[in-house]
């Protein structure tokens, strides 16, 4: 397993509260809607930065969710403008964004778990 760098995680955190609020205040278009900012992997050359993120689209939305990360990869030069004026470094990187599907997979597992303990419950009942 691969460490991170202390300065990989400290520009990561910076970056990731600054377009929090970018995202929040200064990104006006409303087809985003409601994004959330999970995690941000800067690379060892930092010289580019995946960004994590969740929306408020809900499953069977992928046409929603696809949208979203198209406008966000576009508004990619303008936040990356905006964090060049807020970011002391010499040069900020490039910025992907990529949908996070892992509170939806948590969910479908906690889920699949949930009915197999009801089920599985039935079943202790049945024996006794």
């Given at each position: 397993?691969?460490?991170?760098?202390?300065?990989?995680?400290?520009?990561?955190?910076?970056?990731?509260?600054?377009?929090?609020?970018?995202?929040?205040?200064?990104?006006?278009?409303?087809?985003?809607?409601?994004?959330?900012?999970?995690?941000?992997?800067?690379?060892?050359?930092?010289?580019?930065?995946?960004?994590?993120?969740?929306?408020?689209?809900?499953?069977?939305?992928?046409?929603?969710?696809?949208?979203?990360v198209k406008i966000l990869n576009n508004a990619g030069g303008f936040l990356r403008r905006e964090l060049?004026?807020?970011?002391?470094?010499?040069?900020?990187?490039?910025?992907?964004?990529?949908?996070?599907?892992?509170?939806?997979?948590?969910?479908?597992?906690?889920?699949?778990?949930?009915?197999?303990?009801?089920?599985?419950?039935?079943?202790?009942?049945?024996?006794?």
């Amino acid at each position: 397993m691969a460490r991170t760098s202390p300065r990989k995680r400290q520009v990561g955190d910076l970056m990731h509260r600054e377009l929090a609020e970018l995202l929040q205040f200064h990104l006006k278009d409303p087809r985003v809607g409601m994004v959330t900012i999970t995690a941000v992997e800067v690379n060892a050359d930092l010289d580019i930065a995946k960004i994590f993120f969740t929306s408020m689209a809900r499953e069977g939305q992928e046409d929603k969710r696809k949208e979203v990360v198209k406008i966000l990869n576009n508004a990619g030069g303008f936040l990356r403008r905006e964090l060049s004026s807020r970011i002391r470094l010499r040069i900020v990187p490039k910025l992907e964004f990529i949908y996070d599907q892992s509170l939806e997979r948590g969910n479908y597992m906690s889920n699949l778990i949930d009915s197999a303990v009801a089920a599985d419950g039935g079943r202790q009942d049945e024996e006794e």
